[in-house]
């Protein structure tokens, strides 16, 4: 497995003001750790339109240092200040639907609240970028859901032989 560099992303207002703490993101972040991606980056912003679309456009930016993979942390519920997904969306360049319908699939059998997830996840040039809900149990579940999966994703994004599409010779 690759050693890919992530970028978390955490969106809410309350813990951009140090209102609430940010037991998600420092969860994320050590499940990736314990599973051999580099966090490069923890950054917490308020829920601002501009702001996240700024930042996930820098980031997977290829001319400079850019991350593999954006988890954005929040912001997919269903308020007016949930603004994830819209953004996310404007930015990819392809959509991998298939990952976010399993984690609302799967997370329903844990929580029935998962459907109202509005998540996304989709390729901006080289870089996937995955929406996590915010609460330390959505997002931790989701990726857990997933983690399996993102090392053939991020082969397969970056043009990557990892042989399991490879047919055997008769």
């Known amino acids: 497995m690759h050693k890919w ?43 601002e339109y501009d702001l996240l679309k700024d930042l996930l456009i820098k980031w997977s930016n290829k001319d400079l240092e850019s991350a593999n993979l954006i988890l954005t942390i929040g912001g997919t519920g269903l308020s007016k200040r949930d603004i994830t997904p819209q953004v996310t969306r404007e930015v990819i360049d392809l959509e991998i639907p298939g990952l976010t319908e399993f984690m609302r699939m799967k997370g329903h059998d844990i929580n029935p609240f998962s459907l109202l997830s509005r998540s996304i996840a989709g390729i901006l040039n080289s870089t996937v970028i995955i929406n996590l809900p915010g609460s330390l149990n959505g997002a931790s579940e989701s990726l857990v859901l997933v983690i399996d999966l993102l090392d053939h994703l991020l082969m397969q994004v970056n043009g990557k032989n990892d042989d399991v599409h490879i047919e055997p010779l008769l």
Request: charge should be negative; avoid cysteine.
């Open 5 to 47: 560099k992530v970028l978390l992303i955490v969106l809410s207002d309350r813990i951009s003001n140090n209102q609430f703490s940010d037991t998600a993101g420092e969860a994320i972040k050590n499940n990736l750790i314990s599973n051999n991606f580099e966090v490069i980056n923890k950054l917490i912003i308020p829920d």
